[in-house]
């Protein structure tokens, strides 16, 4: 089973760029000329996929037996399926996006592609543990499928922990890393507490292992609280959507495209799942305190 909802092509949650306000609207990269906003439907087949989307580590690790969801946001190819991604599904609160296109950087290099590079770089991390990782796309020439899809991808999988991997479309002065984290919706209540525990542990890992600081233009201290976003009302393991940096931001940017720089992300994600598995395993319930950098 976890071979058939795995094999699913693209998923990521719907990116969503920087307001004034919580809620975000999605915006085109610059100089796409495309619409902004696309999505898609929860009952239609995306293309595009490769492989399946669930491989297990070794037998011995530290993660043996646990099974992590990756939800690496977008697809690289939704700019071109705008009839299938424009479509609305319920989110578990109201009607959203079903997918959208996601940002890019100034010369064009897209979310989608950081994202998919650093949900195979911390793939392959997880998997070295010992934990069994669940891709929501293991492609980037493909689109969609929508939020729902994604959310039951990771559920069905029986997860232990999910994270999805975004960079933002913010303004151009702003900076740095925020992490989403879910409102109670009735589906999602069980998890509210451990996904702020995963939240944690994420700021935590991304202060000490990249160089991409803390948001100063949204959240507080980096942490923001989400109720509109599919992928978190659905969810029904602890997961957060994590906006590794702001696009817009030509300093922010150079990092982001940097390979090095996406295997610091990824190794900040792995070094925040295992402190989260491990610290829960333990029963302690303890989550790491960090100083405002």
Known sequence: MKAVVGA?????????????TRHRRPSAPPGGGHDSIRRADHGASPV???GTGSHSGPA???LAGKIVGIDPGHNG?????SSYINRSVWNGREEEACDTTGTADAGGYSEAEFAFNVAQNLAGLLRAQGATVVLTRTTNAGYGPCITQRASIVNSAGAHVAVSIHADGGPVDGRGFSILEPVASGVNDSVIGSSQALGDHVRSAFVT?????????????GVVARDDLGGLNLTTVPKVMVECGNMQNPTDAALLIDPHF???AAT??????TS???????GSGSTPTVANP
Not at 8 to 20: D, H
Not at 268 to 273: F, T
Not at 276 to 282: R, V
Request: net charge negative; no cysteine; aromatic share 10%.
């Open 209 to 221: 292992e990249t160089p991409m600081p803390v948001s100063d233009y949204y959240g507080v201290n």
């Open 60 to 62: 011995e690790g530290l």
């Open 8 to 20: 699913i092509a693209g998923v990521g949650l719907a990116g969503a760029t920087w307001t004034a």
């Open 77 to 81: 190819d939704n700019w071109d399926h």
């Open 268 to 273: 900040a994600l792995a070094k925040a799942v």
């Open 276 to 282: 989260f598995l491990t610290t829960m395993a333990s």
């Open 48 to 50: 595009g996929h490769s």
């Open 262 to 264: 996406q295997q610091q």
